[in-house]
């Protein structure tokens, strides 16, 4: 009775020490994706701003999801402060992310020590959580396996890629790393700096041309990474072009299979196995209309190509 009693004891000690863990440390799946039209490994799956799905976006705590997951790759957004640290952040202001205000390139590292992130899945379980440096984010995907995905926003100053280059490039994992930018001038300059280094012209879904990936080719870069909602004979031009293509941001497994068989080499995604949380509705209203127009502007323009033929 004894024996029994202490097993018990033990049991519950147990489970309450597992029922805290799980308190403490947001739930996420170890699968990336299940999908019979997407054989395992047969595409890299690419972490949107870390997996963003299960903590902050753009945050330590998300890459370490990431690594924590069996993602392939986990992209990022760097900015630069004003003395010349390179810190993650997708925009151009800390007004979104943080409790501060004000550009990103006006503040000094000390000044964005003193914000704390407030915004992001999970967020009540991150109290005073800081702004990460490249250096850190980079440190994160090196302990995990993870491909760094870079991306140089396009508005950055060229003549500070030798920054970005020489942080790079004085790195031991440097074979692993990515750079995306919708920014040409950024991506030649990269390819310049380092011709080792793989350099993916980022593009979105309007006014996109042929001369997009002639210019891909005749720079030398090694890919493009292309939006979800570009025309199918499109994203085939790209493919068949002999770039790799990756494409972003895909968080439902219809698109996921649908590019995947257009030949896509890689997805960008906050998430394809977990509950998405619901969102702005203005945001969803804009995202329709605007894909609404998208559609109808591709109508136009093949019966326009239909009539001058």
């Not at 926003?153 to 790393?177: C, G, Q, T, W």
């Not at 593009?203 to 891909?216: P, Q």
């Amino acid at each position: 009775m004894k024996e029994r009693m202490t097993m018990k004891k033990a049991i519950s000690v147990l489970l309450t020490v597992l029922l805290l863990l799980g308190l403490s440390v947001p739930a996420f799946a170890a699968s990336v994706y299940e999908s019979e039209q997407i054989p395992t490994g047969s595409v890299r799956m690419i972490a949107h701003m870390g997996y963003s799905a299960v903590a902050p976006a753009n945050t330590l705590p998300s890459y370490i999801a990431a690594g924590e997951s069996d993602f392939w790759g986990a992209e990022c957004d760097i900015q630069r402060t004003a003395d010349g640290v390179w810190i993650l952040m997708h925009d151009d202001t800390v007004d979104a992310m943080t409790d501060g205000t004000g550009p990103v390139i006006e503040k000094t590292y000390a000044e964005m020590m003193e914000l704390n992130v407030d915004v992001g899945n999970n967020i009540d379980q991150y109290p005073g959580l800081k702004i990460a440096t490249f250096e850190q984010y980079l440190d994160v995907c090196k302990e995990y396996g993870l491909h760094p995905v870079i991306e140089i926003k396009e508005n950055a100053d060229p003549e500070y890629m030798d920054e970005v280059a020489a942080i790079l490039s004085a790195r031991e994992e440097k074979d692993m790393f990515y750079v995306i930018s919708f920014g040409r001038e950024i991506c030649v300059r990269m390819k310049t700096l380092m011709p080792e280094l793989r350099v993916y012209y980022l593009i979105g879904y309007e006014d996109v041309s042929r001369e997009d990936i002639d210019f891909a080719l005749e720079s030398g870069l090694d890919g493009m990474d292309i939006h979800v909602f570009l025309p199918e004979d499109y994203v085939k031009d790209v493919v068949n072009s002999g770039l790799d293509v990756f494409v972003w941001t895909i968080d439902d497994l219809d698109n996921a299979e649908r590019l995947y068989n257009l030949g896509v080499n890689a997805i960008t995604t906050n998430s394809l196995t977990q509950e998405k949380p619901d969102g702005n509705i203005l945001q969803k209203i804009k995202w329709f209309f605007r894909d609404v127009f998208y559609k109808i502007k591709m109508i136009v323009k093949t019966l326009i190509d239909k009539i001058k033929s």
